[in-house]
Each structure stands twice: as structure tokens, then as C-alpha cells.
């Protein structure tokens, strides 16, 4: 079976066990956004607190985080942790998206996925996940987001070399499947599922894994 076959294979027996996920939550693109960058690091659970907190305020707004102070923000965003980084990260792309434009999610957007990418780069504390999370889940375009469950599956079951890039494994994905950001949104949902559940940091629980039928090489 070719490589491309299995990618597609995997994400069947994965489906089929766990069912849609309905990632990314967000009641907005801007939410989606915030918490791309807020999720580094963390739990969904303590995002969603902070999250909760700018929306109780009626700030999840890109004029309204541009009033607020960096300490202010991360006052805010305490339970995301490392919270004054990602204040100074958010407040980067509000920056971002005021000077190139004019503080319009629509504008940034309509921009050439690629292009949008490497500008996203350019923010400082933006890498290359969060960065693909803002595209992928804020803007609904078809980039496939790596992370590290998702490295850890590919590699234990021979996929892709110990050593291999991000970029490596994000082409080795959008070469293998059809370019639908939905896809891309609930593969990546679905390896997130499999790596907690069953494929480990430490100790894989391969016995009842979905992926247990495929050559793996633990």
C-alpha cells in the first residue's frame, strides 16, 4: 500500500471510531485566531477561560485589543499560561493586522493562502502551527496543521524518518489528500484524539488503538 494510501487509511479507521470532533471552537474568526495563539502550551480548558474572559468584557475585537495594554491583556488571559508572552504575541498580530489590513479579517484573508502564511511568520512569537491554525481554523483555508501527536504517530508507524520537518509532514498530508479544509480540520482533530488516548508520549497503548491493524513499529 503506498504512503498516500495509508494517510487516507488512517483517517478512516480514526472516523470511524471516534466520529466528527467539531474543532476549532470559536463563536468567530477572531476567536479562532486567539485561540490559536492562546492554546500553545496548555489545555483547551484553561483557553476557554480565557477566552471567556475577553468575551465577558465584549473584547474579542481587533479595536478594542488594540486599547489595551499588554499588561491588561495578559491580566486577562492568566489561565492560558505563559500569559504574559502571548499577551505581547496577541497584541503583535493586532499590530499585524492594523499596519497591512486596516484591521479587516476579510482583508487578511482574501490573501493568497502562501503568501498570508510567511507574512504570519513574520510576527514575532507566530511559528509555523500556530500560524497554519489561524489559516486552517480562522480563515477556512486548506492547510494542514502539524503538531506534535501528529509527528508522533506518523513516526511510530514508519511514515515519515525520525528526523522530518514540519513542512515535510504538512506536504507529505496535502499531497495525499483532497485540498477540503473540513478534512484537514477533523484529520488533525482525530490525531490529537488517537495521540492522547492511545498514541502516548511514553508509553503507547496500542492494544484497542484504531490504528492498531496498521504497520506500526513499536
Avoid at 499560561?81 to 486596516?102: D, P, R
Avoid at 486548506?142 to 508507524?157: E, G, K, N
Avoid at 513542512?167 to 488533525?188: C, R
Wanted: hydrophobic fraction near 35%.
Amino acid at each position: 500500500m503506498t504512503t498516500s494510501k495509508r494517510i487516507n487509511k488512517l483517517y478512516r479507521l480514526l472516523y470511524k471510531k471516534y466520529g466528527p470532533q467539531g474543532w476549532w471552537p470559536g463563536d468567530s474568526q477572531l476567536e479562532c485566531i486567539l485561540g490559536a495563539i492562546l492554546a500553545q502550551n496548555t489545555s483547551w480548558k484553561n483557553v476557554e477561560k480565557a477566552i471567556n474572559n475577553l468575551r465577558k468584557l465584549n473584547l474579542i475585537s481587533i479595536d478594542k485589543l488594540k486599547l489595551l495594554t499588554t499588561d491588561e491583556l495578559a491580566q486577562l488571559i492568566r489561565s492560558s499560561g505563559y500569559f504574559n508572552q502571548k499577551a505581547l504575541k496577541i497584541k503583535n498580530f493586532v499590530k499585524f493586522i492594523t499596519e497591512n489590513y486596516n484591521g479587516s479579517l476579510e482583508n487578511m484573508f482574501e490573501e493568497d493562502m502562501y503568501v498570508l502564511r510567511d507574512k504570519l511568520l513574520s510576527i514575532k512569537g507566530v511559528g509555523p502551527e500556530t500560524a497554519d491554525c489561524i489559516i486552517l481554523y480562522g480563515g477556512n483555508k486548506p492547510i494542514f496543521v502539524i503538531d506534535t501527536y501528529t509527528y508522533r504517530v506518523l513516526s511510530r508507524h514508519g511514515l515519515v524518518p525520525e528526523q522530518t520537518s514540519y513542512n515535510e509532514m504538512q506536504e507529505l498530508f496535502m499531497d495525499s489528500l483532497n485540498l477540503d479544509p473540513g478534512i484537514f480540520n477533523e484529520y488533525h482533530a482525530l490525531l490529537v484524539k488517537v495521540g492522547k488516548e492511545h498514541c502516548k508520549k511514553r508509553i503507547p497503548l496500542c492494544t484497542g488503538c484504531p490504528l492498531e491493524g496498521d504497520p506500526h513499529t513499536i
